[in-house]
């Protein structure tokens, strides 16, 4: 069975046999972290944990701590003493073969110790902001991919940032959980995942890079030489039908090989698609292309990688399948507005490879969740929403029995009302079920879950350590309906629709909710808001504009109030024109226009931007540009008097009209905003007779016209174009003297240039 195998730090199955060549460094120690925690300013706990195989010297009983700040402070060094109770040997065998034990002539295992001092800064190294803290412990072992490691010392190192001394940072170091360990047992040909998955209190930002083994005084150890550029043919060592191991092998070959090993590729990894088969044929090619394959995630620190070579039967003091692999990891926290690197540690491990074949590391597996609740799933980690009660169920299945360790107290403690169950324990199946139900306040939270899954083969067991990662995000699900932002006139209202669908994983059924809406912190001025704000969909009319805020708590949630959607809307208020006054420019003491003479109409329009404004006057008919000329789309209706559908576009025009009317104006802003006036036009009286009857009965007695410019001449014709009367300045007195009755004919000149008018009239005196 070939399985994905999560680990994060399997321990060593296989440590320094006896037999060392160099006695003076017969310590051996394989791995270490130095950590520190402020427990108040100035004032920090230093923790190293260091490893050593059983097989060499006894563990230490004090370290000593170097502590400097390069280029400000030569530092000084601080002991450190060891923490009771803190010694511990690893339990890598089954029960059958006896209680585990720690000595040279034993089986071989390790042994951990930890130590710790309190560092106190004076006034003077407070004033350096770069600490470093430093332990070197003699020495290490053997190891495959560094050169000559038996000779060089353990070097642990974390790096403090103290800040000004107005505002220190008082930062806390990542730290990883005490089963956690360094030195892991991998496999030869499987995918390892393995996970560092460091803890952060101060909720920092962390990175994770590899680096390179340090040595005495923080000098870099040479990395070995893998030899040539590495193996670049490939057997595989377990092929599928048609190859085999000895008459039908099927080859890789290595591409991007090295000379030598690196930080970035520890020791010999890659992966190859054995098992692609040929498009063409159907079958897997008896030769195929591998790639180095050695990853670390940055963001969550997981590594990954297929260990290649195996090397039996060999000693462990000869140091072979060993391989030193250090992570820095980094920690950022925005400072100003800038990202500052506030501390970092080193985790230096020792990778051990062995030939697992004989036993099945356990697989972890981690059902999906419905789509629809919207939880992320990532190996080691889950993506989970606040407001909801997510049930994660994580599997583990083995050949052998499993058993599961796991601090319920600590998840009940530290995990947003969480909890988490263990069944079937002890068998080749076992369910971990984690319950969570973060609220709004925990987003943005990640929350770690050490775990240790042990099975029970013997000799050797299979020991695991992962870390599961459980983020917390904000995921509103109450959704405006149409835009989020939304334009309206001063005067009108909007209608706020919301739609809101938040699962419960736990329930399986959609939440219900109570609703709540308020004005935006952002526009805290702004109003609108009805009488009844506790409906999910409500009317606003404001005068401003306002961004509106609905908070929806989910009454279904377990948490009771504590849980909440929010979505805002934000309503633009566009000012309508504002029309103060409109007025018609009549002749100088007349109250009306004469009948068929313009006369302008002044508008006066208070906004201050118009920018963009359009016009419309309505009828439109007898009405003329500004400048005096007819608008064009205006001229036939002057040759039609009848025709008033047609509109005016300018906001000052004359008005031409044959009676008094009244004519409305509407003013339209780029924003679709409408304001309407209206204003009556008065024409004066237009008459010229056609007939007079000249016998003094007080009808029709003389020529009189009206709506005609007074001063205006006045010549009549005989029907034979004989001029009879000719009057310079006609004031409306001829009543057929000195003629008979009869047709006549007359011409009217208005003065100045005046209009002429032109017809005839009857005299009839009977």
């Keep these: ?420 169950r263990i069944y079937k324990n002890g068998t080749p199946n076992v369910e971990a079920v984690l319950m969570i139900t973060p609220e709004a306040s925990h987003a943005g939270h990640t929350y770690l879950i050490p775990i240790r899954i042990e099975d029970d083969a013997c000799p050797i067991k299979s020991i695991a350590n992962p870390v599961y990662r459980i983020e917390v995000r904000r995921q509103s699900l109450a959704k405006v309906i149409g835009n989020e932002t939304r334009e309206i006139c001063l005067g009108e209202t909007s209608k706020l629709d919301v739609n809101l669908s938040r699962p419960d994983s736990i329930l399986g059924k959609e939440a219900t909710y109570s609703y709540q809406w308020s004005l935006h912190p952002s526009t805290p001025n702004g109003d609108g808001l009805p009488a009844n704000r506790s409906q999910r969909d409500i009317t606003v009319k404001p005068t401003k504009t306002t961004r509106y805020l609905l908070k929806a708590t989910n009454t279904l949630s377990a948490l009771k109030g504590a849980c909440y959607d929010t979505t805002s809307v934000l309503v633009k208020v566009n000012e309508n024109p504002i029309i103060s006054s409109i007025t018609v420019g009549y002749p100088q003491g007349r109250e009306d226009i004469i009948f068929g003479r313009d006369a302008m109409i002044n508008v006066v329009i208070d906004n201050v931007d118009q920018t963009g404004y359009t016009y419309k006057w309505s009828p439109g008919s007898k009405m003329l540009a500004s400048n005096g000329r007819p608008d064009s789309t205006i001229m036939a209706d002057l040759l039609d008097p009848s025709n008033d559908s047609v509109s005016s576009t300018v906001l000052n025009p004359k008005v031409i009209s044959l009676k008094t009317r009244t004519y409305k104006l509407t003013v339209t802003s780029p924003s679709g905003c409408e304001s309407s006036k209206e204003v009556e036009v008065k024409v004066g009286a237009f008459f010229l007779p056609n007939i007079i009857t000249p016998n003094n009965d007080g009808k029709n007695d003389k020529f009189v016209y009206k709506g005609i410019e007074p001063n205006t001449s006045l010549q009549i014709f005989n029907r034979w174009g004989v001029k009879v009367k000719d009057y310079k300045s006609y004031d409306n007195s001829f009543g057929g003297e000195g003629i008979s009755d009869g047709v006549y004919y007359y011409i009217l000149k208005e003065p100045k240039g005046g209009k002429t008018f032109k017809g005839y009239f009857e005299i009839v005196r009977d």
Aim: proline share 10%; aromatic share 10%.
């Design 1 to 420: 069975m070939k399985k994905l195998f999560q680990l994060s730090g399997l321990f060593a199955a296989v440590l320094i046999m006896a037999g060392y060549s160099h006695n003076a460094k017969a310590s051996h120690f394989q791995g270490s972290d130095l950590t520190y925690a402020c427990v108040a300013p100035g004032t920090y706990v230093a923790n190293l944990r260091i490893f050593r195989d059983c097989s060499g010297n006894p563990l230490p009983t004090s370290a000593t701590l170097n502590m400097r700040s390069p280029g400000c402070n030569t530092g000084r060094n601080v002991t450190m003493t060891q923490v009771a109770g803190s010694t511990g040997i690893g339990n890598l065998y089954c029960p059958q073969l006896g209680a585990p034990q720690c000595s040279s002539s034993g089986k071989p295992n390790y042994e951990t110790v930890k130590f710790t001092a309190t560092i106190t800064f004076s006034t003077p190294e407070k004033n350096c902001t770069d600490w470093y803290f430093t332990s070197t412990n003699n020495a290490r072992p053997k190891i495959e991919n560094l050169v000559d490691a038996d000779y060089e010392d353990l070097y642990s190192e974390a790096f403090l940032k103290l800040g000004p001394v107005a505002s220190p940072f008082n930062n806390n170091s990542p730290d990883f959980d005490p089963l956690n360990v360094p030195i892991p047992l991998v496999c030869v040909n499987q995918d390892i995942v393995y996970s560092l998955n460091a803890q952060e209190v101060d909720s920092d930002s962390l990175s994770y890079e590899l680096v390179q083994p340090l040595g005495s005084g923080g000098a870099p150890i040479p990395y070995a030489n893998i030899g040539g550029t590495g193996p670049s043919i490939i057997v595989n060592p377990k092929p599928l039908p048609p190859y085999n191991t000895t008459s039908n092998q099927q080859y890789a070959i290595l591409q991007g090989g090295q000379a030598s090993y690196s930080a970035t590729y520890p020791m010999p990894s890659f992966i190859a698609p054995w098992n692609t088969p040929d498009p063409a044929t159907g079958v897997p090619p008896k030769i195929v292309n591998a790639v180095p394959y050695f990853n670390l995630d940055p963001i969550s620190g997981q590594l990954r990688f297929r260990p290649a070579v195996y090397t039996a039967g060999t000693l462990s003091s000869a140091g072979r399948n060993k391989y030193a692999v250090v992570v820095r990891i980094n920690e950022w926290r925005k400072v100003n507005g800038a990202m500052v690197k506030v501390g970092y540690i080193r985790r230096d491990m020792l990778f051990i490879v062995e030939d697992c074949s004989g036993n099945v590391p356990p697989v972890t597996t981690v059902p999906p969740i419905p789509p629809k609740f919207e939880v992320e799933l990532n190996d080691t980690l889950v993506k989970v929403q606040t407001c909801n009660t997510t049930r994660i169920v994580y599997k583990f299945q083995d050949t052998d029995k499993i058993t599961i360790t796991v601090d319920t107290a600590k998840i009940r403690r530290d995990l947003p009302n969480g909890s988490m």
